[in-house]
């Protein structure tokens, strides 16, 4: 996964964010990514990462190359987060 995300530079895209995870095991159902382009088509300063994990969502970041995790609680419909996330 790390190797992943080091070829992918400083923004990976969401698909291959999404692909790194499920690559690492993880569910592809379970997993939700944020948009790597604003509707407009420019590119987000950070792309979200969120995995369910039972009533808590873990939650990682990467922004300029450096990745951040937290652990959030799950949003009322079950998810972790607002959106379409696809």
Excluded: W, Y
């Excluded at 080091?6 to 969401?14: D, E, I, S």
């Excluded at 990514?33 to 792309?47: F, I, N, R």
């Excluded at 300029?64 to 987060?81: E, H, I, Q, W, Y």
Aim: aromatic letters at 2%; a negative charge.
């Amino acid at each position: 996964m790390e190797a992943a995300l080091k070829a992918a530079g400083n923004r990976p895209q969401q698909e291959a964010l999404r692909n790194g995870l499920v690559a690492a095991g993880i569910p592809e159902d379970a997993v939700e990514v944020s948009a790597s382009k604003t509707p407009t088509g420019l590119e987000v300063d950070a792309v979200e990462a969120a995995v369910s994990s039972g009533k808590e969502c873990i939650v990682g970041e990467i922004r300029n190359g450096r990745a951040s995790v937290t652990v959030l609680p799950l949003l009322a419909d079950g998810k972790c987060f607002v959106g379409d996330v696809r």
